[in-house]
């Protein structure tokens, strides 16, 4: 007897059903039933967004090198699950040329963000200059709790085009996954939770981005949102939401699977620069030290 895999909601480094039980059909793309996934509700938006919070400070506090061989370690458990992937885009109606393409690129960007891991900070801080005996530095830190609201193109790609990018700088990601190809997202959360990536750091949802979304980016909690291209209304309510705590929100207009959609800026969208001013004792004679 065949045994049907069950896709859950992946929260705090668990795999939670949704709180309200609800379910909804993913349909492959001749209309036929492939199965089941879990409708989450504004409860499990809101239980997410704690695990996420739980999570950030001690993994904004992990070594850049770390997280580098953690991203490393997500490649290696993407290229062990390349056949299953292959299998779940193929079911949406992606041909085997284009699944394996997809998947290739996936393990690529996840190599490609561990080499950035320990080097984007030296590109994005600074020593100012300044008309006092000071020094003055600014140096990237991570915002916190992100929400994002994955690519509706890509089940895949896109979805590791947002994620791996704002963890690499030190965030926590609350994930609303693609509503109609939500399949590759929660077994990407299986790479999640055998790469050594700590629970809470990344929470991914399945359901309606419509329902989810405005409890996501009103939630006082979350200092940012990252959202692919979305129906105008629907990105409008979302900027609109993130007011009441001055979210900021990265709005992407580009094709998030393009082999283009990487690069440092995807880092410094979500970074903080903060200015630190240190005084230089001045020494007799005039002469400046330390």
Same mark, same amino acid.
């Given at each position: 007897?065949?045994?049907?895999?069950?896709?859950?909601?992946?929260?705090?480094?668990?795999?939670?059903?949704?709180?309200?039980?609800?379910?909804?059909?993913?349909l492959?793309?001749?209309?036929?039933?492939?199965?089941?996934?879990?409708?989450?509700?504004?409860k499990?938006?809101?239980?997410?967004?704690?695990?996420?919070?739980?999570?950030?400070a001690?993994?904004?506090?992990?070594?850049?090198?770390?997280?580098?061989?953690?991203?490393?370690?997500?490649?290696?458990m993407?290229?062990?699950?390349?056949?299953?992937?292959?299998? &779940? %885009?193929?079911?949406?109606?992606?041909?085997l040329?284009?699944?394996?393409?997809?998947?290739?690129?996936?393990?690529?960007?996840? $190599?490609?963000?561990?080499?950035?891991?320990?080097?984007?900070?030296?590109?994005?801080?600074?020593?100012?200059?300044?008309?006092?005996?000071?020094?003055?530095?600014?140096?990237?830190?991570?915002?916190?709790? $992100?929400?994002?609201?994955?690519?509706?193109?890509?089940?895949?790609?896109?979805?590791?085009?947002?994620?791996?990018?704002?963890?690499?700088?030190?965030?926590?990601?609350?994930?609303?996954?693609?509503?109609?190809?939500p %399949?590759?997202?929660?077994t990407?959360?299986?790479?999640?939770?055998?790469?050594? $990536?700590?629970?809470?750091? $990344?929470?991914?949802?399945?359901?309606?981005?419509?329902?989810?979304?405005?409890?996501?980016?009103?939630?006082?909690?979350?200092?940012?949102?990252? %959202?692919?291209?979305?129906?105008?209304?629907?990105?409008?309510?979302?900027?609109?939401?993130?007011?009441?705590?001055?979210?900021?929100?990265?709005?992407?207009?580009?094709?998030l699977?393009?082999?283009?959609?990487?690069?440092?800026?995807?880092?410094?969208?979500?970074? &903080?620069?903060?200015?630190?001013?240190?005084?230089? &004792?001045?020494?007799?004679?005039?002469?400046?030290?330390?």
């Amino acid at each position: 007897m065949e045994i049907l895999k069950t896709y859950k909601l992946y929260i705090g480094g668990q795999f939670p059903r949704t709180e309200s039980g609800r379910t909804y059909p993913v349909l492959a793309a001749d209309g036929s039933h492939v199965a089941n996934a879990c409708l989450a509700s504004r409860k499990d938006v809101r239980n997410a967004v704690q695990a996420a919070r739980k999570a950030q400070a001690a993994w904004a506090g992990r070594s850049a090198f770390n997280r580098s061989q953690i991203a490393y370690r997500m490649a290696e458990m993407l290229e062990d699950r390349k056949t299953l992937f292959v299998n &779940e %885009l193929q079911s949406m109606g992606a041909s085997l040329s284009a699944a394996q393409s997809e998947v290739q690129q996936a393990i690529d960007r996840c $190599v490609y963000y561990a080499g950035w891991a320990d080097k984007y900070q030296a590109l994005i801080s600074s020593v100012n200059p300044v008309s006092s005996p000071h020094f003055n530095f600014s140096t990237p830190e991570a915002m916190g709790v $992100v929400g994002v609201v994955a690519c509706q193109q890509t089940a895949l790609l896109g979805l590791i085009s947002q994620i791996l990018p704002v963890i690499i700088g030190g965030n926590t990601v609350v994930v609303l996954a693609n509503t109609n190809q939500p %399949l590759c997202a929660i077994t990407f959360a299986e790479v999640l939770a055998t790469s050594d $990536v700590p629970g809470g750091v $990344v929470n991914i949802l399945t359901g309606e981005v419509g329902e989810m979304l405005p409890t996501l980016a009103g939630h006082m909690d979350v200092n940012a949102l990252s %959202l692919a291209p979305l129906p105008s209304a629907l990105s409008i309510a979302a900027q609109e939401a993130a007011v009441d705590n001055l979210k900021r929100c990265k709005l992407y207009t580009t094709d998030l699977s393009a082999t283009t959609a990487q690069g440092l800026h995807y880092i410094s969208d979500f970074q &903080e620069i903060k200015t630190t001013w240190h005084p230089i &004792e001045q020494i007799a004679g005039g002469a400046g030290g330390y």
